[in-house]
């Protein structure tokens, strides 16, 4: 079975994101995928209310990434946790911590949701996955934009975890990290 499939199989369409763009309206961001053979989940207000309602209203407690996207290569998994920003990264320390703490949660639920696959038997597990985290900062698109190479856009911020500077999210460049 594709492994595309499996995750499609266990998680509510309605998280699904119709067509290539992930949009952050505060920001004004509008990011298109470019890629094949990938499920793009949306994980907005609703969500926070509906999945995140047990924790109380401590700060940070209801927060998770904007996006998870889960592309196929091959016999690999490849799950994209993706937050989206307004500012530049640079100068806005807060706003990378509150991203930080999204992403962290959004990765720690990305492994519940293959954990779950493989308790339920289904054939797939954390060894046949691999886990990036993703910032993509409004301000960082501007600033990079006319200075840097295509090649240039993703800046390694720690192990599996990236900034990204570009309006095309490009799923092949992290199947070959």
Known sequence: MRLLNI????????????????????????????G?????????????KEFLNHFSNSSGLKKMADYIIFQQVNGLLIILQVELKKGESSKNTNAN????IQLKACDEFSRYIIRTIERIGKGLSEKDCKFFKIRISEGDIKRFKSKTKPTDCIHTIEENYFSYRSEIFDLIRFSKI
Do not use: T, W
């Open 36 to 48: 094949e053979d990938f499920l793009c989940y949306k994980f907005g207000v609703d969500v926070h």
């Open 97 to 100: 911590k509150k991203a930080s």
């Open 7 to 34: 995750v499609q199989e266990i998680l509510d369409e309605k998280y699904i994101s119709k067509g290539n763009l992930m949009i952050e309206p505060e920001a004004g961001m509008r990011i298109e995928i470019k």
